[in-house]
């Protein structure tokens, strides 16, 4: 199978497109005529510049409004044609792409489509080019990919095929098997591309939110699923337009729709265990057993100072690392490590982020086979040098430059507190904590579907839908990655609005990364109450909150007071309850929370509003102070 993608997924000149495509290790591209248009160079130059690059140029698109036009419109859509495929032949390119017809103007009829397709790849045949025609979910009279391949079928010419776009059939919720009955070698060209769910106009739809497979809510892969089983193995193309992309850097974006190809083909291979020709099977999502550790880089005043909140919210020093300048704060099954090393990777990542979390630590099943399928993902790996008697362990690169390391139970790994530290006793008791329950990370708006792929890809886990959640503000979207157990969950945030706290934090912290860490307890109260006796402030929580609380649940009045006098919210979800507390932040960067579940699988979503609004009130009062 031969993949491709069109300029039109990517931001910048049609020159640093082109580079973006060809540095992901595409071997075809559509060219989209505005690119063409916009670009201050010839056709011969592309032409010459794909060829440098070690690319191919798949299809020229999109031609429009051609079939089933009457008249003298129809004469000069023939004229129109005989134009794009003179520019086709200067970019060495065989293949012209061809919507269904939206004009008001156009005339339905299968037969007449069916004999224009038929004329126009006559003319492209004369010129040793083809043709391929396209439904559009929103096409005047054809629309779905069935009444597409009727008129191709009728065209009967063998330079006039089918182009199959995974959007446009799967947004009209299409049946697929009809799929099944198209002989491959009528299917000129595959375009794939995801979408959310949305109710929303098709054209909106498909101009805005298409995204790579894996990252919205369609089934692409029950799409491929009916392809493979036609035997097809040609082109497949990515064709996304997205806000976010045209945001976004078109180097790491074009790796992202490799990434997200190499994923869905991998999947296809897993559901119907036949091999995708081209790419190779990758060793399973890994699965997650939990956060094992999480690392924080910070200079020794700071360490200083979250050492003095940690053992505040009940941990206690439980190791010194052997030969470098780090500790192990333990509670329960929790593992915070701090790195005040002068040199190395957690020392840099300090002088770009202050005092910030430089690393997750991830407990999976097999931590090399997680490397290796990372490594296959496109996912960058990192290595840096060990000292004597360090283990190496496997990393990859994380959000905003941070490193995600991985341990299993399976290799000497599984003892790196052992082998790594001298264990220190502890003293006092702790508070109560016994996970990691969440990790949060605030990201720029257009990076977030491309950490989605990233987790969803390399790790067992699924996404939740995005939500809206109400910041003062303005609007953040978060996103959950959780793996069926809740042993990992990371809450995705991002806002398009410079004044929300997740935005701000991205300002402080001069990019992306962890801005809240929530630890489960078994009781609440007797956590709180512990903090409280170390002398850990709490967020503060506005009396109006227990009010409503009061007059929309039918909590009895003891807990309600309990509730307000320990700052801790409150929701439920059937009988399942949620309880959460957030302490200060900490250096304007972080905070953690404490959270206990009876039995709720969600994040108190209705509560984050009052908590970014009580946030963002105690930022302003510490600012005027
Ligand atoms: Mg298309
Ligand atoms: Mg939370």
Redesign the pocket.
């Known amino acids: 199978m031969e993949t491709a993608i069109a300029t039109v997924s990517l931001s910048g000149a049609l020159n640093e497109k082109l580079a973006a495509i060809a540095a992901a290790r595409f071997r075809g591209v559509e060219i989209f005529e505005n690119d063409l248009l916009s670009f201050d160079g010839t056709p011969r130059d592309v032409r010459r510049m794909v060829a440098d690059l070690g690319l191919e140029i798949v299809t020229f698109?999109p031609f429009r409004d051609f079939e089933g036009m009457p008249g003298v419109q129809r004469e000069r859509a023939f004229a129109r044609a005989e134009r794009k495929l003179d520019v086709m032949q200067e970019l060495g390119c065989d293949l012209l792409?061809v919507?269904s017809n939206v004009s008001p103007d156009s005339l339905g009829g299968i037969d007449r489509a069916a004999a224009d397709l038929h004329a126009l790849g006559e003319r492209a045949a004369q010129r040793g080019l083809r043709i391929g025609f396209?439904a559009?979910a929103w096409g005047r009279h054809i629309a779905d990919y069935r009444d597409a391949w009727e008129a191709v079928r009728r065209a009967g010419h063998p330079a006039v095929g089918l182009?199959l776009?995974s959007?446009?059939t799967l947004v009209r919720g299409t049946d697929l098997r009809a799929l099944r009955a198209i002989p491959a070698d009528r299917i000129f060209l595959v375009?794939l591309?995801d979408a959310p769910l949305l109710d929303m106009d098709y054209l909106s739809w498909s101009r805005h939110f298409r995204s790579f497979p894996g990252q919205g809510d369609l089934p692409v892969i029950d799409f491929m699923e009916g392809l493979q089983a036609i035997g097809f193995d040609g082109l497949v193309s990515l064709?996304i337009f997205n806000d976010q992309f045209r945001a976004g850097s078109p180097r790491s974006v074009a790796i992202d729709g490799h990434r997200s190809l190499i994923y869905l083909m991998d999947r296809l291979r897993a559901r119907t265990g036949v091999a995708v020709a081209g790419f190779e099977p990758l060793p399973p999502r890994a699965a997650c057993l939990g956060v094992e550790f999480i690392e924080f880089a910070l200079e020794e005043r700071g360490a200083a100072a979250l050492e003095a909140l940690l053992a505040g919210l009940g941990f206690h020093r439980a190791g010194v690392h052997k030969s470098k300048s780090v500790t192990r704060w333990r509670q329960g099954g929790i593992n915070l490590v701090i790195n005040t090393e002068k040199e190395g990777f957690a020392h840099s990542y300090y002088i770009t982020h202050g005092a910030s979390v430089c690393a997750l630590g991830l407990k999976v099943d097999d931590a090399a086979a997680t490397l290796d399928r990372a490594r296959r993902l496109l996912d960058r790996p990192f290595r840096q040098a060990v000292g004597p008697g360090e283990l190496e362990i496997p990393a990859v690169r994380g959000l905003g430059g941070s490193l995600i390391y991985f341990v299993d139970p399976k290799s000497e790994l599984g003892a790196v507190w052992d082998i790594e530290f001298t264990p220190t006793a502890a003293s006092g008791p702790d508070a109560g904590l016994t996970a990691i329950d969440h990790v949060s990370q605030s990201m720029h708006y257009e990076e977030m579907l491309a950490w989605l792929l990233f987790y969803t890809s390399l790790l067992d886990v699924a996404k939740t839908p995005a939500q809206d959640v109400v910041d003062p503000g303005g609007l953040v979207k978060s996103q959950v990655v959780q793996s069926a157990d809740g042993s990992l969950r990371i809450a995705l945030n991002a806002s398009q609005s410079p004044r929300t706290l997740s935005s701000r934090f991205l300002d402080e912290f001069f990019g992306s990364g962890v801005q809240h860490i929530a630890l489960a307890t078994r009781d609440i109260f007797a956590t709180v109450a512990r903090l409280a006796a170390n002398g850990v402030r709490l967020l503060p929580i506005p009396e109006n909150y227990y009010d409503d609380l009061a007059a929309k649940t039918e909590l009895a009045p003891d807990l309600l007071a309990r509730l307000q006098e320990s700052n801790v919210l409150y929701d439920r979800d059937g009988d399942a309850e949620y309880f959460q507390a957030y302490t200060a932040t900490f250096e304007d960067r972080f905070f953690f929370e404490i959270v206990e579940r009876r039995g709720y699988r969600g994040f108190g979503a209705a509560n984050a509003p009052i908590r970014l609004a009580a946030q963002a009130r105690r930022a302003q009062a510490m600012g005027g102070a």
């Open positions: 698109q792409l919507c396209e559009l182009v776009d959007f446009h375009q591309a064709e």
